[in-house]
């Protein structure tokens, strides 16, 4: 455990490496995360050298940390939970475009696909949540397009579930809200074994119902 918080981007990337998941190799480039433990709180140091993204500001690749951190910036702004970032930064060197982003851990937060001792109230309860935070973000033209069980995080404080939504390097826009909904919709549907199609409804209609 370091016993003093990093300040640079040299001493992010240089935190003694426990990899919670194995890189990612891309092309010519890969990315992965690491957890560490400074003065007593957890960090997730997210590492990657030419892991980019291209777009029409960007033809010549950037990191796809700086498109997680706007994506991060875009969802505080609305009002959707989601991990803090205490660092970001990129740099060019010889080895090739390196990104960190570094966030703190969501403290009490467990993965969708955990939540299986539920009883029929809370798994409405939550249903409920989780469709009017996603509505939230659709009715934005925001699709979070890796929207697996593993990327919706839930705290429960008493009988109330906070939600909070990870892993947002794949985030964007669309034109039409409604094409968002249609694939993050889809694709948790196919991914979940948490609700009954019954449920699965009153998550559509909390969904669809104004902010």
């Avoid at 690491?34 to 050298?49: D, L, S, V, Y």
């Avoid at 001792?117 to 409920?128: C, G």
């Amino acid at each position: 455990m370091l016993t003093q918080t990093p300040q640079s981007f040299d001493d992010w990337w240089n935190v003694p490496e426990t990899w919670i998941e194995t890189p990612n190799q891309r092309r010519n480039g890969w990315s992965g995360m690491i957890r560490a433990t400074i003065e007593g709180q957890t960090f997730f140091i997210k590492k990657q050298c030419n892991h980019l993204y291209r777009s029409c500001q960007h033809p010549f690749g950037q990191p796809t940390v700086n498109r997680e951190f706007e994506n991060i910036t875009t969802l505080t702004r609305i009002g959707v939970c989601v991990p803090e970032p205490v660092f970001h930064g990129t740099r060019k060197t010889d080895d090739g475009y390196q990104g960190l982003l570094v966030t703190r851990e969501l403290s009490g937060f467990s993965a969708l696909g955990d939540q299986t001792n539920l009883d029929p109230t809370q798994r409405e309860t939550l249903a409920r949540e989780i469709g009017r935070v996603l509505g939230l973000v659709h009715k934005h033209g925001l699709q979070h397009s890796c929207l697996y069980d593993k990327h919706i995080m839930i705290r429960w404080q008493n009988a109330t579930p906070e939600i909070a939504l990870i892993d947002l390097e794949k985030m964007r826009r669309r034109i039409l809200p409604r094409q968002a909904a249609k694939h993050d919709l889809e694709q948790l549907h196919r991914r979940q074994s948490i609700w009954s199609e019954q449920e699965w409804r009153i998550l559509e209609q909390a969904h669809r119902a104004p902010c």
